[in-house]
């Protein structure tokens, strides 16, 4: 299994970043897939999750504003960022589970700044 994320960068406030996680190893469209970031200092919180069936769930802090999506024949995972903010700047991280293993990318890096 391989989760390989692009796509970070450094943005203005209020700017977009449309994050991408390749995968491979494992039957993608079975399989629920998730974003998460982590700040320096901070532990690692959830953003984003969509279904194999694509329901999708945010929490509050990123709702509105972030759109996770799937694209299964390319067996990628994607995270549109809208309206950033300073407190979004973490490194981001897809991630998936399979039989009851986490498998996570090596993130790829967002900081918001003007």
């Known amino acids: 299994v391989q989760l390989v994320e692009s796509g970070g960068g450094l943005v203005q406030p209020g700017g977009s970043l449309r994050l991408s996680c390749a995968t491979s190893?494992?039957?993608?469209?079975?399989?629920?897939m998730g974003w998460y970031r982590q700040a320096p200092g901070k532990q690692r919180e959830f953003v984003a999750g969509?279904?194999?069936?694509?329901?999708?769930n945010y929490p509050d802090s990123v709702k509105g504003r972030f759109t996770i999506s799937r694209d299964n024949a390319k067996n990628t995972v994607y995270l549109q960022m809208n309206s950033l903010k300073p407190e979004d700047t973490a490194v981001y991280y897809c991630n998936t589970g399979i039989s009851s293993r986490l498998y996570w990318g090596q993130g790829t890096q967002v900081t918001v700044s003007s």
């Open positions: 969509i279904g194999s069936g694509r329901s999708t």
């Open positions: 190893g494992f039957t993608f469209s079975s399989y629920a």
